[in-house]
């Protein structure tokens, strides 16, 4: 198992805030549908193009969709926006505020998707990251993550083609049943 494994997730049941404190700084937690103005304020910091608060409001009351957010020392520094549509999930949106990066609350957050993911049953995991983002693209290998293709011109502001990433847990569903 990739070290994005929710290590602490005991059953099937939904991801709780207890299942992800990380350590006393750090804490990962469900978003609640008041969050849409947090979540857009983090989002501006990070992206040229971020989704608008009534997106971020509707995407937190869509079924299969699942959002977690990281708290440092009381204080918002970052999200995750996960979907499971059937056997495939997809990782929507993922940001740390730049001052709070490379300590390793991506990996958690991203963490927190994959085991929402894995408790829908979902058995491949799609992505697409910018391909200067080679940052984001080593996370996402160091989770099991393979490159799987191109989205040409997917992303404005400025125009850029997105790499496309799979994470497939067919495998790994055979291994735990076999």
Not at 94 to 102: K, N, Q, T, W, Y
Not at 166 to 173: A, G, I, K, T
Request: hydrophobic share 40%; net charge negative; proline share 3%.
């Amino acid at each position: 198992m990739s070290r994005c494994d929710n290590r602490g997730h005991r059953d099937s049941a939904a991801v709780t805030a207890a299942d992800l404190r990380i350590s006393g700084e750090l804490c990962i937690e469900p978003a609640a549908p008041t969050d849409a103005a947090l979540l857009h304020g983090i989002a501006e910091r990070c992206f040229s193009s971020p989704w608008s608060e009534v997106t971020f409001a509707s995407m937190l009351g869509e079924c299969g969709c699942a959002f977690y957010i990281a708290r440092s020392g009381g204080s918002a520094v970052g999200f995750c926006a996960v979907r499971a549509a059937s056997d495939e999930g997809e990782l929507l949106d993922i940001a740390v505020l730049p001052e709070h990066r490379r300590g390793g609350i991506g990996t958690a957050l991203l963490g927190a998707g994959l085991a929402y993911l894995r408790d829908a049953g979902t058995e491949r995991i799609f992505l697409e990251v910018r391909v200067s983002n080679s940052a984001a693209q080593s996370m996402y290998a160091s989770c099991g993550f393979t490159a799987c293709g191109v989205r040409k011109r997917y992303y404005s502001a400025p125009t850029e083609d997105a790499a496309v990433m799979v994470l497939d847990l067919s495998d790994e569903r055979d291994r735990a049943s076999g």
